[in-house]
């Protein structure tokens, strides 16, 4: 594969395996350098989550009770999952554009592995997310919110937050290719995850709910991955009732299994899948 402006190229020279990790590297700088040259989609990255810490912290916070707790740390694990859950949507959103352009088929032109494309677009936003943990988090501490474990456990749930928006990206990474223009992609996503991070505990605790939403809540795949965050970063309020599921009771094995079926059922479906757009 040819190397972008500034990147050395790669003997062809590597095994497969080799060779399949340079492609990967390649593309996934290319995807940075594409956000240097566009600076606003950095921007936009990083002044949303500043946005929600902000807004949930002195808006609602006088207006709902965490007993024993202080709402401002009871709500920043549920932003920080909002915004990875939403940030893993760039992958199938930057995708069905560069399907749209045409970018993929002067991929389809050079001697790389079909696949690195894929790697590089979710590594890349991987990074991203990244950067918007390292803000929230900065600008968290600011307001007041506090992590009450040790160092190793706070990076626990970072890693936990990262990989678990990594993994849906393939998700969303195959949405993008099965789509016909970026904005339906941006449309069904929404709908998909504005119910999935709002209808949890990611805002207010799920035993406040209604009965029928309560229960969606506590199946809800995002309210594992809000209470794994608040576990490990020592957020969950004292006296809190367990949950009524079983990934409540034990978030943070149930986030690792959901992280593993989700790679090992969509990263082979969005690696077919863009073979076939490929070669027809």
Not at 51 to 66: E, H, P, T
Request: hydrophobic residues 50%; proline residues 8%.
């Amino acid at each position: 594969m040819s190397a972008p402006a500034g990147v050395a190229p790669v003997p062809r020279t590597l095994g497969p395996v080799a060779q399949w990790f340079s492609d990967g590297w390649i593309t996934t700088r290319r995807n940075l350098i594409k956000i240097r040259r566009v600076p606003d989609i950095l921007v936009f990255t990083t002044l949303q989550p500043i946005m929600f810490v902000l807004l949930f912290s002195y808006v609602y916070a006088g207006s709902i009770d965490i007993p024993g707790s202080s709402y401002k740390e009871f709500i920043m694990a549920g932003i920080f999952a909002q915004t990875v859950v939403f940030g893993s949507t760039f992958s199938g959103s930057a995708i069905a554009n560069d399907l749209r352009d045409g970018i993929i088929d002067r991929f389809r032109t050079l001697p790389m592995r079909p696949s690195a494309v894929l790697v590089g677009r979710t590594n890349g936003d991987l990074l991203i997310n990244a950067l918007s943990m390292v803000v929230m988090m900065a600008t968290g501490l600011i307001v007041g919110w506090r992590v009450h474990s040790s160092p190793l456990e706070a990076l626990a749930a970072v890693a936990l937050l990262l990989g678990f928006a990594y993994a849906l990206s393939w998700v969303m990474a195959l949405l993008g290719m099965s789509v016909r223009s970026p904005e339906v992609i941006n449309n069904v996503s929404f709908l998909v995850l504005f119910p999935l991070t709002f209808i949890s505990n990611a805002f207010v605790p799920s035993e406040n709910l209604p009965t029928p939403l309560r229960v969606f809540a506590e199946l809800n795949p995002v309210s594992a991955l809000v209470l794994a965050a608040r576990t490990l970063f020592g957020n969950v309020p004292p006296h809190a009732p367990p949950g009524g599921s079983w990934t409540l009771q034990h978030p943070i094995p149930a986030v690792l299994i959901g992280m593993a079926v989700l790679l090992v059922v969509f990263v082979p479906l969005a690696i077919r899948r863009f073979g076939r757009i490929t070669t027809r």
